[in-house]
């Protein structure tokens, strides 16, 4: 069965400096997301992205989180100078964007900031 | 603001028992409802659920969906040592990407 997949599964990473999280969604989705869980609370939605572009983001995505998809399987979220805070379990998800509109996650990079 | 609240938070039960799990919203532009499975790590796809009074069933779990008074049930029979996990409930909008998460329930089923 496809599944989306992630990689690293956990990064630690010094304040400052830039991240790059990556994932695979499922070959025939169109839409993409990422989303975060700091440890105890909830998942949190970052950003959405379709048809190369942002279509929607939330007030966490901040001028120093950005998404690519760099070719035609790969999907990336960039985090420039990471803080403390950045500390979080990060999901990435997607859907087909026709018939059926449930996301799909990704088993999660843990990314720890020190 | 909008608001998903899961209750019970936590919730410990023997195995063969029956539970409820509760989802309640306060949400604007509600297009539909989703339950998660979350274990280790990816939170896993169970329902969704858009129109009120139809149950939603696989296997030993079902779901349905009250529009009118804005709450959700996730029900799962004869409970098993693997049905322990966090279950997430989620809202999607219309005319947006986003969902937006309760704080999930953590189900622990005993031997």
């Known amino acids: 069965e496809p599944e989306v997949t992630q990689t690293p599964s956990h990064q630690v990473t010094q304040m400052g400096q830039e991240v790059i999280l990556r994932c695979v969604p499922i070959?025939?989705?169109?839409?993409f997301y990422w989303y975060r869980q700091i440890l105890g609370q909830k998942v949190e939605f970052l950003v959405s992205f379709y048809n190369n572009e942002i279509s929607e983001k939330s007030e966490i995505f901040d001028d120093q989180f950005s998404v690519e998809r760099p070719d035609g399987s790969n999907f990336t979220l960039k985090i420039r100078s990471t803080k403390l805070e950045d500390s979080a379990m990060y999901f990435c998800?997607?859907?087909?964007?026709?018939?059926?509109?449930?996301?799909?996650f990704g088993p999660g990079t843990r990314l720890t900031v020190t | 603001e909008d608001k998903v609240v899961q209750s019970p938070l936590s919730l410990v039960v023997h195995e063969g028992d029956t539970v409820t799990l509760n989802c309640s919203y306060e949400?604007?532009?509600?297009?539909?409802l989703l339950w998660y499975k979350q274990e280790k790590k990816a939170p896993t796809f169970l329902f969704m659920l858009t129109s009120s009074g139809i149950e939603k069933k696989s296997g030993r779990l079902s779901s349905i969906l009250d529009k009118k008074e804005l709450f959700s049930i996730l029900n799962i029979t004869a409970t098993q040592t693997g049905d322990s996990a966090v279950y997430l409930c989620a809202v999607e909008f219309q005319g947006a990407q986003k969902l937006v998460f309760g704080q999930g329930t953590r189900l622990t089923i005993n031997p």
């Open positions: 998800a997607s859907r087909t964007g026709t018939a059926s509109y449930e996301q799909y």
């Open positions: 949400v604007t532009n509600f297009r539909s």
């Open positions: 070959s025939n989705h169109l839409y």
